[in-house]
């Protein structure tokens, strides 16, 4: 599949859509699983610990009301993950989907480990060698997404899971924000640390086709969280200070206003996240080139 083409991707989860919504069943919830315990909760949707009452198999169930889910919607978020569960950093998917007469439904893997923000220590962060083990595996699997035209959109530790002590093994979940590379998107939430200052500036209703400079941004993001314990800012918009001084920073390449907790990173570790923050997309790196800083201390004052 040409990663450069969204609409190869688009017409192949047209048609997995349509198979999988002609071959969706309709059953009782209880009569097939039985409920364990709620492993997470959103505004779409709750994810259950549950164990196949025929087979004793533990899975996590995904249930969307269909109050608040369109069945495209639905379909979409579930073809998208079987189409990249085969990879080892993604969610293994049982390859299950139904509907009951309130919710949408389908079943993945359980990670019994919960995800990566429960090992996040505020202020401190995770110990140097785990943040390099998950940056090993994440540019892995959004490498994959990315070669399949695909575009995350939804890079942050809550939806990395631990399949391990000390990340050894982790995977993405969570897969209703992706799509394919070119798709035309605009701003509709609030403005988050994880968004790229490009979309951060399409409020007044323009869109921009998105690509996977997107993931790099937030993937950006997420290591400068696994390294210090913090967000770099809380907005990506001017007024936010802290992105200001992010700013100048690009810029100027003065870093005297950045923020102390910057002071935690080694030189090689500013120049991998000024590369993947880069405030302009097309300047801005893709997500493999975090590998090429394995070898360097990232950390001034290393965490063991």
């Known amino acids: 599949m040409d990663p450069n083409n ?16 002609q071959n969706l069943i309709t059953i009782k919830v209880d009569d097939h699983y039985k409920f364990i315990k709620q492993l997470g909760k959103g505004k779409y949707g709750q994810v259950t610990l549950v164990i196949h009452r025929q087979k004793g198999t533990p899975m996590a169930l995904k249930l969307l009301p269909k109050t608040f889910t369109k069945r495209q919607n639905f379909l979409y978020e579930y073809c998208v993950a079987l189409c990249l569960s085969s ?71 809550e939806n990395v899971l631990l399949f391990g002590p000390d990340c050894q093994r982790i995977k993405l979940t969570d897969f209703g924000l992706t799509r394919p590379k070119g798709t035309m998107l605009k701003l509709v939430s609030g403005v988050i640390p994880y968004t790229a200052p490009e979309l951060s500036n399409t409020q007044n209703g323009e869109a921009v086709p998105i690509d996977f400079t997107l993931d790099a941004w937030a993937f950006g993001v997420l290591l400068f969280c696994l390294l210090t314990g913090y967000f770099p800012w809380e907005t990506t918009v001017a ?8 700013i100048i920073w690009q810029e100027t390449g003065s870093h005297e206003h950045l923020a102390w907790h910057w002071k935690k990173l080694t030189t090689e570790a500013m120049d991998m996240l000024k590369q993947l923050l880069a405030l302009n997309p097309c300047n801005r790196s893709p997500v493999s080139k975090a590998l090429w800083y394995l070898d360097y201390p990232w950390r001034v004052d290393t965490w063991k």
């Open 87 to 157: 990879h080892p950093n993604i969610i293994g998917m049982f390859g299950i989907a139904f509907e009951s007469s309130d919710h949408y439904g389908f079943l993945y893997e359980v990670a019994l480990h919960q995800d990566l923000i429960s090992i996040i220590k505020p202020t401190e962060g995770v110990p140097e060698p785990v943040a390099k083990v998950c940056t090993n595996q994440l540019v892995s699997a959004l490498e994959y997404i990315h070669s399949k035209g695909l575009v995350y959109r939804d890079v942050k530790p």
């Open 6 to 21: 969204g609409s190869v991707a688009d017409n192949l989860l047209e048609e997995m859509m349509e198979i999988t919504g």
């Open 239 to 246: 007024s936010d200070p802290f992105f200001e001084d992010f």
